[in-house]
């Protein structure tokens, strides 16, 4: 029983430390070499994930809320990974709860710790944002989330400086993403199936390179008003 329970333990911290690294890697190296990385490891990961899928999403889970509560640039990076180790339906369902309450965590955080820092960061983002705000209320955080004109970490930071609700945040945060969250854990899913095969683009892949390219402005158009 003892070594069972350490070689589950053993399990997991791998698991955490190779998405760590995947982070690592997406933060200091070009795409290609991000790809070539996964590529590599990416027999250990799925390994990892098939053998203790419960623990994997959950530890993936926490991961991901982690990192994107730091404002970290990951979260796109994330979101393929999950497409890639998981099913689609759960993917969507980690990478959504993840993100917003990650969103969240950093939106609580400019609002309650650095706000002075952050206004003084981004402000004028800030500033485009707050006016925005002041126009169209959540309808605003809509549009940007459905149509991302500013990066993701930039909203959750400068959206704490101003006076919208905490569950106002976290509920159109969730829905706002949830698209793009389904196509980007879609093109992870395709992804895999690239590097695995080794039978380059599909058809699949290219539709939805193009659908990750035209929603953000299909969306723009719509949302135009609240912009």
């Known amino acids: ?26 933060i200091f190296f070009g795409k290609e070499d991000i ?8 027999e250990s990961l799925l390994e990892l994930s098939n ?37 689609i339906f759960d993917a969507v369902l980690i990478v959504s709860f993840a993100s917003s309450i990650g969103a969240t965590i950093a939106f609580l955080t400019s609002r309650f710790l650095f706000k002075d820092y952050f206004q003084k960061t981004f402000g004028d983002q800030y500033t485009k944002i707050n006016k925005g705000f002041i ?4 309808y605003y955080l809509y549009a940007i989330r459905m149509t991302p004109i500013f990066p993701y ?22 829905i706002g993403m949830l698209p793009i969250t389904v196509l980007v854990a ?23 390179l193009i659908l ?4 953000p402005l299909i969306f723009k158009h719509l949302m135009r008003k609240y912009l």
């Open 186 to 208: 879609l093109t992870g899913k395709e992804m895999l199936n690239i590097l695995t095969t080794n039978v380059g683009f599909n058809s699949n892949i290219v539709i939805l």
């Open 51 to 87: 053998s203790d899928p419960l623990a994997s999403k959950i530890y993936f889970f926490f991961v991901y809320t982690f990192l994107t509560s730091l404002s970290l640039p990951v979260a796109f990076i994330l979101g393929l990974l999950s497409g890639m180790l998981f099913d």
């Open 35 to 42: 790809i070539i990385w996964i590529n590599k490891h990416l």
């Open 212 to 215: 990750l390219g035209l929603l």
């Open 153 to 174: 970490f930039i909203v959750n930071l400068t959206f704490g400086l101003t006076t919208m609700k905490t569950s106002v945040f976290y509920i159109v945060t969730q």
């Open 1 to 26: 029983m003892i070594n069972i329970l350490v070689k589950r333990k053993s399990e997991i911290l791998v698991f955490i430390l190779t998405v760590f690294l995947i982070i690592i890697t997406s």
């Open 135 to 138: 126009k169209n209320g959540a």
